[in-house]
């Protein structure tokens, strides 16, 4: 487990940096495309095992393309109130059981939890 | 559709076992026939309920008509068994909506192991009834007041769940498959509170998901936030100081490789260098710095220069977490560090590279600890990978002019 959230902060880190220094790069930048290249980094270093970074990788893919369609699935899940909130936050969780939705949420809180610490450490050595 | 019948004469219900199918079928085959004798044994009905889960075969029989399972459970020996014959009819529909339902769950109880086998013969005389008819099973689920059950086997499914049922809880279908789902689930709640912090002093199923549901929006309003300030930190690089000569490198990175230049040649700089080490992680990253970096400072080898680099970055950037680590190749790509990290290194099929030698200045945690942490860019493995191919061609076409030659 530990090797393998290693590997995880290995590449989330070469991803995130790259795309800040591509962001740098570029003339308008705000926090929210920080935010969208720390979780699509996030995702394409977890990779297509897991449902959640699946549902964030084919989000980012084709966001253009599906604005209608997401709403209308939040409105349909909206009405199930049994952990609504957690189908919420997890992403993809609208769509699963609730036995894989709980594997799903143990994975990506670890995931979040390693994002935090390297973009934490990230964000120390620059400001320093 | 077959009724297997089973009945046991040794049978007391004092100690109530649970068996499922699962541990029997194995030695299904084995067994040979001559379990009929058992069938009137003492009386004593044993109480089994199994359903299959390949409702695919059987969907057309099953979904319409309702499978009566007769327990016919006489309390006995013991007496301790539920007193008394009970008939659970139960109706099975909807059921390829639950995952549960479609795995084989069965339970029966038992004392003892003589029952296991007793059960093991009808098990394996109801495998060879397989091909029985519909109107054979209309007729057997009549007569199924002896203590029979009736089942739907077309071949032994392959995932059981293993249900252990205590006196007086049910043992139907329905009741079982919420059972495994049930303990299914809270695992998952176990392995989820001991994820989240503080997430196990609280009882009961509803807060401890909001207590989730709290770690997780937290989580994810800290990226957003470290997401703005770095957003910030990015833009303010925008205007790097440039003095190495490197479209490469923009922004910070550059005053880095400048100011350690600098402090190179003044050892009075060195403060600037220290300052870039991880403030938690201050008094150990700066006392293994100054242990063997100091004397460097003063060297200016180029060498020495990327080696310093490699141990700043990666005491910074690994901060309170041993094990994050960093591409430093991706970060900044001086010739000579290159030059150093590929030289005297061999990779792994991973592209993790492994250093030869380590210098004596370093302490060997210390080393070990650069060692699993430093990761190439792919491309870099790619060209250097190019590179020794290129080294073969020569050899290979060096040989075959020689060859020739002679």
């Known amino acids: 487990m530990t090797t393998r959230s290693s590997i995880i902060r290995t590449r989330f880190a070469c991803r995130f940096l790259h795309s800040l220094r591509k962001l740098n790069q570029q003339e308008k930048t705000n926090s929210r495309r920080v935010k969208h290249a720390a979780y699509a980094s996030m995702a394409s270093a977890v990779g297509s095992k897991r449902a959640w970074s699946r549902a964030v990788l084919s989000k980012i893919r084709n966001r253009s393309l599906n604005r209608n369609l997401l709403k209308k699935k939040k409105r349909r899940s909206s009405e199930e109130s049994e952990f609504g909130e957690l189908r919420k936050l997890v992403p993809g969780g609208q769509v699963m059981n609730f036995y894989n939705l709980l594997d799903e949420t143990a994975d990506y809180i670890n995931c979040l939890t390693s994002q935090v610490q390297v973009m934490k450490n990230i964000l120390n050595l620059l400001s320093t | 559709m077959d009724p297997p019948i089973i009945n046991e004469g040794s049978f007391s219900a004092a100690n109530p076992f649970s068996y499922t199918l699962a541990e029997i079928w194995p030695f299904a085959a084995a067994a040979n026939g001559g379990g009929n004798g058992e069938l009137g044994g003492g009386g004593l009905g044993l109480r089994m309920s199994s359903f299959t889960g390949l409702l695919e075969a059987a969907a057309n029989s099953i979904n319409e008509s309702t499978l009566t399972e007769q327990s016919g459970r006489s309390g006995g020996g013991g007496g301790a068994g539920g007193g008394g014959g009970g008939n659970v009819g139960v109706r099975k529909r909807d059921m390829n909506s ?36 519909k109107i054979e099973a209309e007729s057997s689920s009549q007569t199924a007041n002896k203590g029979t059950e009736q089942s ?29 789902r049930r ?47 770095l957003e910030a930190v990015n833009s303010r ?42 403030p938690k992680t201050g008094p150990r990253s700066t006392r293994s710095f100054k242990h063997h970096d100091y004397e460097k400072l003063c060297d200016t080898s180029e060498e020495c220069l990327t080696d310093l680099y ?97």
Not at chain 2, 157 to 166: E, F, L, M, S, T
Not at chain 2, 190 to 216: R, T
């Open chain 2, 237 to 278: 690089m925008n205007h790097p100081i440039e003095t190495y000569p490197s479209k490469d490198k923009p922004g910070r990175w550059n005053r880095i490789y400048v100011d350690l230049k600098h402090s190179m040649f003044q050892p009075s700089n060195f403060g600037v260098v220290e300052n870039l080490c991880h």
């Open chain 2, 310 to 406: 490699a141990t700043i970055f990666l005491d910074a950037l690994s901060g309170p977490c041993e094990d994050s680590c960093i591409s430093v190749w991706s970060i900044l790509r001086p010739i000579a560090f290159l030059r150093k990290l590929l030289a005297p290194s061999t990779f792994d099929t991973t592209g993790m590279i492994f250093g030869t030698q380590a210098p004596r200045e370093y302490a060997q945690s210390e080393w070990l600890h650069m060692q699993r942490t430093l990761v190439l860019d792919p491309a870099a493995v790619f060209h250097y990978r190019r590179s020794i191919l290129k080294c073969v061609i020569i050899i290979i076409s060096s040989r075959i002019v020689c060859i020739i030659i002679v």
């Open chain 2, 152 to 180: 739907s086997k077309p071949e032994p499914p392959k995932d059981y769940i293993h249900v252990r049922a205590r006196r007086g809880q049910a043992t139907d279908s329905h009741s079982l498959a919420e059972r495994a």
């Open chain 2, 183 to 229: 303990e299914k689930i809270s695992e998952r709640m176990k392995i989820l509170q001991d994820l989240v912090p503080g997430c196990n002093k609280v009882i009961g199923k509803a807060l401890v998901l909001d207590e989730i549901i709290n770690y997780i929006q937290s989580l994810q309003r800290q990226v957003e936030f470290l997401s703005m300030k």
């Open chain 2, 98 to 133: 639950e995952d549960d339902f479609s795995k084989f769950v069965s339970t029966s109880d038992a004392n003892d192991l003589d029952g296991s086998v007793a059960k093991r013969l009808k098990a394996s005389q109801s495998k060879e009834v397989n091909g029985a008819s």
